[in-house]
């Protein structure tokens, strides 16, 4: 069972920045980014990285959002930029592993407020 300790989020005005974090237990041969959630709507990627690989974003945020790791720590970080009022959702942490079998597996974190608002 992977666990995922999410932190960051909150209350920012539109341009400005927030930095979210997520830790996770479990192996580090993984793909772990970032979702949100809007109320009334879909969860949507919003950006994800394999460890090893390359990142991929959202064309939402393209250009705003970066989204890093520390392998050695097994944590991803979202750097928001440039944050806008569509951006305001619940942010979900993901840690997504596929075996050699096959087999495939999510975990998900318990979510962090994200509201850009004047």
């Known amino acids: 069972q992977v666990q995922l300790q999410e932190s960051g989020g909150g209350l920012v005005q539109p341009g400005g920045s927030l930095r979210l974090s997520c830790a996770a237990s479990?192996?580090?041969?993984?793909?772990m980014g970032w979702y949100r959630q809007a109320p009334g709507k879909q969860r949507e990627l919003v950006a994800t990285?394999?460890?090893?690989?390359?990142?991929n974003y959202a064309d939402s945020v393209k250009g705003r959002f970066t989204i890093s790791r520390d392998n050695a720590k097994n944590t991803v970080y979202l750097q928001m930029n440039s944050l806008k009022p569509e951006d305001t959702a619940v942010y979900l942490c993901?840690?997504?592993?596929?075996?050699?079998?096959?087999?495939?597996?999510?975990?998900w974190g318990q979510g962090t407020q994200v509201t850009v608002s004047s």
């Open positions: 993901n840690y997504h592993k596929r075996y050699i079998n096959g087999r495939e597996v999510d975990y």
């Open positions: 479990g192996s580090a041969v993984n793909t």
């Open positions: 990285l394999p460890s090893g690989g390359t990142p």
